[in-house]
């Protein structure tokens, strides 16, 4: 998959999307990133990319002109255009598995107040929020959505990290996992896990994700209630 991102600020995405899984991804080919700076696709002499709203208020916002040039030039024929701000539709893992199929993805990494509503209407396939809470820009965004994206994609997971995408799917949250010591500072593993019947530890870890599921994500269980063969809130 080629991902492009438009940004002001190249340099943020140095660190986080260098490492781990994202890293071994990119250097397989599996992911083709590129980032650009806005800035080099304004033409003045001071690189003006934001202006002061129409109708007054406070902020800036993105001028449309760099931006429409910048996506002109970048996208080709399969690309999905894609801004990021609060008043997108809510990235999910749906979201997620949705974008792995696309083989060519463009960000816009909005700053300031955000973007001329022409790039909204007119530049973009959608907006998509990370969450409901305000960030600085929009390129903190963007890497969450890199990062829950690439390891979707064929090759990018072994089998063993496959399988909490799995387990998410079913709409259920995780059950608690645990590891050795079987005894640290007087905290057991429950005795359950130890005992090496498989049946038993399997029908525990159901009833424990969904026990955790009904006290933390309500939502999510009347979500796995709909799906046939999932167990179903009390
Ligand atoms: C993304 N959830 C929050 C901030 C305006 C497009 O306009 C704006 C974009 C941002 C950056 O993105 C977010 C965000 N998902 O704050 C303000």
Redesign the pocket.
Known sequence: MKVDVLTLFPGMFAGPLDESIIKRARDEGRLELAVHNLRDYTHDRHKTVDDKPFGGGPGMLLKPEPLFEAVEALRGPETRVV????S?RVFTQAVARELSKQSHLLFLC?SY???DERVREHLADEEL???D???T??NL?AMVVIDAVTRLLPGVLGDDASSVEESFSSGLLEYPHYTRPAEFRSWRVPEILLSGHHAQIEAWRREQARLRTLERRPDLLAGAAEKPGLPKPD
């Open positions: 801004m990021l701000g609060p997108g909005g107040e955000g973007f929020s990370i969450g809470y305000v960030l820009n929009g965004a």
